[in-house]
């Protein structure tokens, strides 16, 4: 495994190489989420890329930005065990210029949801999303689902930029109660971690519903709040999957999203239903 801190000199290497190439950008802090999109990289391609990236961009002011989690050693042996062949692990001056060309995420999607409680968040995350592609040239990238609407963004970016890369999305991975991985989750206590099951129990709860033939939203979203109670709510979301409101839930072709506080904490999930 080689370990780059420069993008050029990465790109350089990686141009030599005539292999098909997977790529899994992360911020770090790996989890078995990452690891679940890692393992989809090998399975499908030659030579797999790994980047570590703390995005300054995509953090709004007020948030955690200093405090993310930052645990490079640990990440490196984890990418080691799984065979990575390559980490691209550039500092912030490697990767940003002052007063560059960047890119704004979609005036509507962009901004409702995550975007809404984070304005400025996805421009940020899909100026770098764009510039790591094009760094590694990939011919398949990782994403979770778990960011559902991040996800969306990306699949429209390749779009509309007509970039020749598959986005493959990756299902959420979750721990053994259900709580869905997140580099986010290092930061809660034992009891502020046993209120956020209640986000997967919501979840749930909006899936048991629906199979009971319950489709209205304002229904789902009265029960859902009430097992949200003890978090302090961003939102409750039901769209279809091209991120439309929807007031009834069409099966197999909806998505129903959580945003909420822990404390301090912001977790995010979702379910594809
Ligand atoms: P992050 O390091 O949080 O920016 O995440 C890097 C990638 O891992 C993104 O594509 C995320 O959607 C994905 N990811 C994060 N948590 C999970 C999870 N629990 N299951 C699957 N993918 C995940």
Redesign the pocket.
């Known amino acids: 495994m080689q370990i780059f801190n420069s993008p050029k000199e990465l790109q350089q290497e990686l141009s030599k190489l005539d292999e098909s190439i997977g790529f ?11 690891k ?2 890692i393992r989809r990289s090998k399975a499908q391609n030659k030579i797999t890329v790994v980047s570590i990236f703390v995005n300054p961009k995509q953090f709004l002011e007020s948030e955690d930005l200093d405090i993310y989690p930052r645990t490079f050693e640990q990440d490196r042996a984890l990418c080691k065990d799984l065979s990575v062949e390559y980490i691209l692990y550039p500092k912030v001056q490697d990767i940003y210029r002052p007063d560059e060309v960047s890119l704004n995420a979609p005036n509507q999607r962009g901004y409702i949801l995550e975007g809404a409680t984070r304005a400025g968040h996805f421009s940020g995350m899909l100026t770098v999303v764009n510039k790591l592609l094009n760094i590694v040239k990939p011919k398949r990238a ?6 559902a609407q ?2 969306m963004l990306i699949e429209s970016m390749v779009k509309d930029l007509f970039m020749d890369i598959e986005i493959v999305a ?5 721990e053994h109660d259900g709580l ?4 986010r989750n290092r930061y809660l206590t034992q009891d502020e971690r046993a209120i956020a099951l209640n986000i997967i129990k919501s979840l749930k709860l909006a899936t048991k519903l629906v199979s009971s033939g319950i489709l209205d939203t304002n229904t789902i979203e009265l029960q859902m709040s009430q097992t949200l109670a003890p978090l302090l709510v961003e939102y409750i979301a039901f769209v279809d999957r091209e991120f439309n409101h929807i007031s009834e839930i069409k099966p197999g072709r909806s998505i129903i999203l959580v945003e909420a506080l822990v404390a301090q904490t912001r977790l995010i999930d979702n379910i594809m239903i």
Not at 24 to 34: F, N, Q, S
Not at 142 to 147: E, N, S, T, V
Not at 170 to 174: I, L, P
Request: aromatic content about 10%; charged content about 25%; hydrophobic content about 35%.
């Open positions: 899994v950008p992360t911020m770090g802090a790996l989890h078995d989420g990452h679940e999109l990782y994403f979770g689902k778990k960011d991040q996800l990756v299902d959420t991975v979750r869905a991985y997140s580099s």
